[in-house]
């Protein structure tokens, strides 16, 4: 975790620039201001009416940078959440506010856009980050605020670690299981299928290195070897060409190769694997940081017009929550279609927050930081609706949120454990989910 000094001085100089770009914003559309150049200026936009008593809470996603087609797919979860709640009557009796700021996959910019959320919005909660590197900046500025956040994609376990040592000091949960589960159901799935021998590349990162840890961990406790153990291979998040990661990755002859990836630049890591000839005949193992509809056309094709990605197998924490199939029909009546990765955590993470303030009966983060574990796994009633939940929460009764994502049991480090999407790329290019894997 970077130095707090740091990053807040950084990111109050940064901030006049946020607000020219932030009020360049459609202030109606979710999506807009995305900001594609190399600046850490956060683009921020309201989507609700403002409500100078009621509930304020922002959403720190990216839509830009190298972990935008996964962002995406989440970013219409915190509205529609937010839309549903003022429907049936909002938060202590006033209207939720709903602040949104593109983090850009970058740390900088995600510390800079919480700094505003925090210091200017005045926000009591945020839904954010996906990144974890992004998300270890901004809780280092969300903690001294007491400002509550919950990430419904960051997975670091270095967050397990530093709640562990109260670094948080309960400010701080998650929606989506952390790698260390991740990691062990990959290891076994790996194991299960028979490969003895596997080398790991991954993101310089807390993601990919916490990952990476996890699994080196759990697959040599199951019997295998990890060939690259004494020299792993961690590319630059900044990184754009990859030769010389490629040739080390798959050195050895391995049977597979884990390769922990975001998106832009691990398309590109993929491709000069190909282009090198080294990947052939070597099972390719993912995760969820690239787990996205448009992926596999990213990493592109072969001389004879064949993915590249044909036959990759991956991971990614799934979704069999008891509130999952309603999710699933309001998107489709609102939205149409079907919801993408991660966009059941993002709804569960902004759901905890809005039921935390109504249990508290007060729109602070404090008051939402002291019930969010009682409202996620209390002794009350079970609710799979947000609404009935703030019904019950009014009128003084306990609950037991049942979500989208999962049952989102959020325990003493802010985490909960899940189930796992296995997932592989047709001949078609395209992305299908081919079993669930529970760690054990």
């Keep these: 975790m970077r130095n707090i000094n740091a990053v807040l001085t950084f990111s109050i100089a940064t901030l006049a620039t946020g607000f020219l770009v932030g009020a360049c914003g459609d202030s109606s559309t979710?999506?807009?201001a995305a900001n594609n150049g190399s600046s850490a200026t956060p683009a921020s936009n309201s989507t609700t009416t403002s409500s100078a008593k009621g509930l304020k809470i922002g959403s720190l996603l990216p839509s830009t940078g190298d972990l935008a087609s996964v962002g995406q797919q989440m970013l219409g979860s915190v509205p529609l959440l937010v839309d549903t709640v003022n429907a049936c009557g909002g938060v202590n009796g006033e209207p939720v506010t709903l602040v949104q700021v593109d983090d850009q996959t970058d740390p900088r910019a995600g510390a800079a856009g919480m700094t505003k959320l925090?210091?200017?919005d005045k926000v009591a909660g945020v839904v954010g980050s996906f990144a974890s590197s992004v998300s270890s900046a901004a809780v280092s500025i969300a903690t001294p605020n007491k400002v509550m956040l919950v990430s419904p994609g960051s997975t670091s376990p270095i967050f397990t670690e530093k709640a562990q040592k109260g670094d948080f000091k309960g400010f701080w949960a998650r929606t989506a299981p952390p790698d260390t589960y991740q990691a062990l159901a990959l290891a076994q799935?790996?194991?299960k299928k028979g490969f003895k021998r596997v080398s790991t590349v991954v993101i310089n990162n807390d993601y990919g290195v916490g990952f990476e840890k996890?699994?080196?961990q759990t697959f040599e406790k199951l019997g295998g070897t990890i060939v690259n153990k004494d020299k792993p291979v961690r590319y630059d998040a900044k990184a754009q060409t990859f030769d010389t990661e490629a040739a080390a990755a798959f050195a050895g002859k391995p049977d597979a190769v884990l390769a922990v990836l975001y998106a832009e630049t691990g398309s590109l890591f993929l491709k000069a694997a190909y282009q090198q000839g080294v990947a052939k005949g070597v099972q390719i193992l993912l995760t969820d940081g690239v787990k996205s509809p448009t992926f596999p056309e990213q990493v592109g094709k072969d001389s004879d017009g064949k993915y590249i990605l044909t036959g990759a197998i991956g991971t990614v924490p799934g979704s069999n929550g008891k509130a999952l199939e309603a999710f699933n029909k309001?998107?489709?009546?609102?939205?149409?279609?079907a919801p993408g990765e991660y966009a059941p955590q993002a709804w569960d993470a902004a759901a905890l927050l809005t039921l935390a303030a109504q249990a508290a009966k007060e729109n602070t983060g404090v008051g939402i930081a002291s019930k969010i574990r009682e409202v996620a796994d209390g002794p009350g009633t079970e609710v799979t609706d947000v609404c009935e939940g703030l019904k019950l929460l009014k009128d003084g009764k306990k609950i037991n949120y049942q979500g989208a994502s999962g049952n989102v049991d959020v325990d003493a480090n802010g985490d909960v454990v899940?189930?796992?999407d296995v997932w592989t790329v047709g001949d078609?290019?395209?992305?299908?989910v081919i079993d669930k894997v529970t760690p054990k």
């Design 30 to 32: 979710p999506n807009s």
């Design 118 to 120: 925090a210091t200017l």
């Design 189 to 191: 799935f790996a194991r």
């Design 214 to 216: 996890a699994f080196v």
């Design 330 to 337: 309001l998107w489709k009546d609102k939205k149409g279609g």
């Design 418 to 420: 899940g189930v796992y």
């Design 428 to 432: 078609d290019g395209k992305i299908k």
